[in-house]
């Protein structure tokens, strides 16, 4: 493990999935003890996109941008908000220049899927019938999250594959989450690693699907066809049990013909970006940033 990182590991709090409010209780708690984030030569607003029920949304807004991402939080389905994910919000936002609408879904276990995949993609849907509003080009639309809101992303590609739905330009996909069978060699082998390991994925999975039976647009590991999908980014850490189905997620849409850059982050693990005194948590950081720069340049 990168020694930046490993110092900090002893001092993490322990993630319990089988107290949900529990854990967004201290999820919360570490997300309000951050230092605030330079927010100049942004417009932030909060807005509420009409839907059944209706959706919260924090729409980040940097001078002269003329593409957005549609942004997903992480937190094992369970956790994580508008608020905990401001700091991130805010500086994918400047980094990009892209408009970033991040996105209040609906969280497990009170509300299992597809709430929250529903509620991504009426964002979305919203976010393209009202690109001029937005000042967006409807063909410069990406989607993207972390761990979870990864999976949100992956499986909003395809569905609007599916249903025809709104053009998605782009998905970025960090240390996603993307398969509900935990058979994958990272899967079954981390079971003590940092933040996240084999039981809490597995608890997070159950949670977020209940007694349902996984479909692609639920764990779109399981996608047998993966043409047609948006060019994307992938990224994973080495000490995470997501990283191997990652890996296979990128290498089948490239077989599939989908366009991907593909970045493992060597000595890091789930959720350890957000260490940002470590120097390769600020570069993964900024790969975020400039990905998505890049991607939306038109």
Not at 178 to 195: G, M
Not at 214 to 231: H, V
Not at 256 to 265: D, K, N, Y
Not at 274 to 291: N, W
Request: aromatic share 8%.
């Amino acid at each position: 493990m990168d020694p930046e990182l490993e110092a900090f590991v002893p001092l993490l709090p322990k993630v319990d999935m089988t107290d949900p409010v529990g854990a967004r209780k201290v999820f919360d708690e570490l997300a309000a003890s951050r230092p605030a984030p330079d927010t100049t030569g942004l417009d932030i607003e909060d807005r509420t996109v009409p839907g059944d029920p209706d959706v919260p949304v924090r729409i980040y807004r940097p001078q002269h941008a003329h593409g957005a991402v549609v942004w997903l939080h992480g937190g094992g389905f369970v956790f994580g908000g508008l608020d905990a994910e401001h700091p991130w919000a805010t500086r994918i936002a400047r980094d990009s220049g892209a408009v970033v609408i991040s996105v209040g879904y609906r969280r497990a276990p009170e509300h299992r899927f597809p709430a929250a995949l529903d509620d991504a993609y009426i964002v979305l849907t919203w976010a393209a019938e009202h690109a001029p509003a937005l000042g967006i080009d409807t063909d410069r639309i990406a989607v993207g999250g972390h761990s979870a809101g990864a999976n949100l992303a992956a499986a909003m590609t395809l569905r609007a594959r599916d249903e025809q739905g709104p053009p998605i330009c782009f998905q970025l996909l960090n240390e996603a989450i993307l398969d509900d069978r935990h058979q994958t060699w990272s899967a079954r082998t981390f079971t003590a690693t940092p933040w996240n390991n084999r039981a809490v994925r597995i608890a997070a999975m159950n949670h977020y699907l209940g007694s349902q039976q996984a479909t692609p647009y639920a764990a779109p590991a399981r996608a047998t066809d993966l043409s047609g999908l948006p060019p994307a980014y992938i990224a994973t850490a080495e000490y995470d049990p997501n990283r191997d189905e990652a890996l296979d997620y990128a290498q089948r849409l490239l077989q599939a013909g989908v366009s991907v850059e593909l970045h493992q982050w060597p000595g890091t693990f789930h959720g350890s970006l957000a260490i940002q005194t470590a120097e390769v948590s600020q570069r993964q950081t900024a790969a975020l940033g400039a990905v998505l720069r890049r991607a939306l340049a038109g």
